[in-house]
């Protein structure tokens, strides 16, 4: 019943967001990215039925669909290997970690923002209130009540210090295919950068939401890159609407396989190294098991921080179940969990969610 209410809940939010799209001239790229028209002709014209072929036959299989270039990668985390480059900002030494953010048997050697802290973020798209906190307050306001936000879980957990977050949908699953049949409207890079000069100058961290449609995980991080090699950005996959044909956003639940989300934690790891960058967080949102295939293949990477996080909303013993299925116990490295202004029942607060859930989770969203 529960997952009924959400698919119904979602398709309703996904249509009302199509909508504002269409009133607020959604679809096209700003001015100085070029037309989102052209850049659909371009994606077909690179062989883009082939791609979704390709993509339906080996998501089937639970193999990696990535479509972009193909890199030799280095090695996992736990190999001894140390960085390249002394004095690097990817060289800090992490020092101790407190254990009670990392699931059994993990271990956490990047010295990232998890290693001591914890990230809250207020997740959503600013086109859309029904997305979210992001589309329902002033940009100003909403920084002010999420530092407040974050404020209570350090005061809750002051071994742990949070960090205040801005989680933007990057890309937005769609119920209609769109010129380039892939299901998806990316967000403008207008709205992109408003939100990255917004956390920079407010002291925020900004978490790039990417949902996929019909397009690959690797296409997406592709498009975010120059957003990805500025310090203080990250990546979450949402893996609900990750979709092959004939399955439809909103309508069926999607699933991304291990070997993208994996080939997308290698890519953030080559990002660190290469630019000399502090190390990624990676956060995957799931509310079902069957959302991640082959999710035993998911394992930390150095230069990332790998987190699996409990999405959905319902009663306190609801979300509390989800988050021991999901991420206790299937542990990885650190565990995420979402909150629900509105259709949680109750809100828990962040007493309740740092004293129940174990590991006590790293990322808090709020929605």
Same mark, same amino acid.
């Given at each position: 019943?529960?997952?009924?209410? %959400?698919?119904?809940?979602?398709?309703?939010?996904?249509?009302?967001?199509?909508?504002?799209?269409?009133?607020?001239?959604?679809?096209?790229?700003?001015?100085?990215?070029?037309?989102?028209? /052209?850049?659909?002709?371009?994606?077909?014209?690179?062989?883009?039925?082939?791609?979704?072929?390709?993509?339906?036959?080996?998501?089937g299989a639970g193999q990696d669909t990535t479509?972009?270039?193909?890199?030799?990668?280095?090695?996992?985390?736990?190999?001894?290997?140390?960085?390249?480059?002394?004095?690097? =900002?990817?060289?800090?030494?992490?020092?101790?970690?407190?254990?009670?953010?990392?699931? /059994?048997?993990?271990?956490?050697?990047?010295?990232?923002?998890?290693?001591?802290?914890?990230?809250?973020?207020?997740?959503? #798209?600013?086109?859309?209130?029904?997305?979210?906190?992001?589309g329902q307050l002033e940009p100003e306001v909403?920084?002010?009540?999420? =530092?407040?936000?974050?404020?209570?879980?350090?005061?809750?957990?002051?071994?742990?210090?949070? @960090?205040?977050?801005?989680?933007? @949908?990057?890309?937005?699953?769609?119920?209609?295919?769109?010129?380039?049949?892939?299901?998806?409207?990316?967000?403008?890079?207008?709205?992109?950068?408003?939100?990255?000069?917004?956390?920079?100058?407010?002291?925020?961290? *900004?978490?790039?939401?990417?949902?996929?449609?019909?397009?690959?995980?690797?296409?997406?991080?592709?498009?975010?890159?120059?957003?990805?090699?500025?310090?203080?950005? #990250?990546?979450? @996959?949402?893996?609900?609407?990750?979709? @092959?044909?004939?399955?439809?956003? /909103?309508?069926?639940?999607?699933? !991304?396989?291990?070997?993208?989300? %994996?080939?997308?934690?290698?890519?953030?790891?080559?990002?660190?190294?290469?630019?000399?960058?502090?190390?990624?967080?990676?956060?995957? #949102?799931?509310?079902?098991?069957?959302?991640?295939?082959?999710?035993? %293949?998911?394992?930390?990477?150095?230069?990332?921080? %790998?987190? *699996? #996080?409990?999405?959905?909303?319902?009663?306190?013993?609801?979300?509390?179940?989800?988050?021991?299925?999901?991420?206790?116990?299937?542990?990885i490295q650190y565990g995420g969990f979402k909150?629900?202004?509105?259709?949680?029942?109750?809100?828990?607060?962040?007493?309740?969610?740092?004293?129940?859930?174990?590991? =006590?989770?790293?990322?808090? !969203?709020?929605?």
């Open positions: 019943m529960l997952r009924e209410v %959400m698919l119904r809940t979602r398709s309703v939010l996904l249509l009302l967001f199509m909508f504002a799209l269409v009133a607020c001239g959604g679809g096209s790229q700003s001015p100085e990215s070029g037309s989102g028209e /052209a850049q659909s002709s371009e994606r077909q014209e690179s062989g883009g039925a082939a791609e979704q072929a390709e993509k339906t036959t080996a998501k479509t972009a270039r193909k890199e030799t990668t280095g090695p996992e985390e736990g190999t001894g290997v140390e960085k390249a480059k002394s004095g690097s =900002k990817n060289n800090r030494k992490s020092g101790p970690v407190a254990s009670d953010a990392l699931a /059994a048997g993990a271990t956490d050697a990047t010295g990232g923002p998890l290693a001591r802290g914890r990230m809250v973020s207020y997740y959503g #798209h600013p086109l859309s209130g029904a997305m979210g906190v992001l909403m920084v002010r009540e999420l =530092k407040e936000q974050t404020e209570a879980y350090t005061k809750a957990d002051p071994d742990r210090p949070a @960090i205040p977050t801005i989680e933007l @949908i990057a890309s937005v699953a769609q119920p209609t295919p769109g010129p380039d049949g892939l299901y998806l409207a990316p967000t403008e890079d207008f709205w992109i950068e408003k939100y990255a000069k917004l956390a920079e100058e407010n002291d925020c961290l *900004l978490l790039l939401d990417i949902q996929i449609g019909y397009s690959t995980i690797a296409d997406e991080v592709e498009r975010l890159m120059p957003y990805l090699e500025r310090d203080y950005v #990250h990546l979450a @996959i949402d893996t609900e609407y990750d979709m @092959i044909p004939p399955d439809i956003p /909103a309508q069926q639940i999607g699933s !991304s396989p291990g070997a993208d989300i %994996m080939a997308a934690a290698r890519t953030l790891s080559r990002l660190v190294e290469e630019k000399d960058l502090p190390p990624k967080v990676l956060v995957i #949102h799931q509310f079902e098991s069957g959302m991640i295939q082959n999710k035993e %293949m998911l394992r930390p990477v150095p230069n990332v921080e %790998m987190v *699996l #996080h409990a999405d959905g909303f319902g009663t306190p013993q609801q979300k509390f179940e989800k988050y021991d299925l999901l991420v206790r116990d299937e542990p909150l629900f202004y509105d259709q949680d029942t109750p809100l828990l607060t962040p007493k309740q969610v740092l004293n129940r859930l174990e590991p =006590k989770p790293a990322v808090i !969203s709020y929605q």
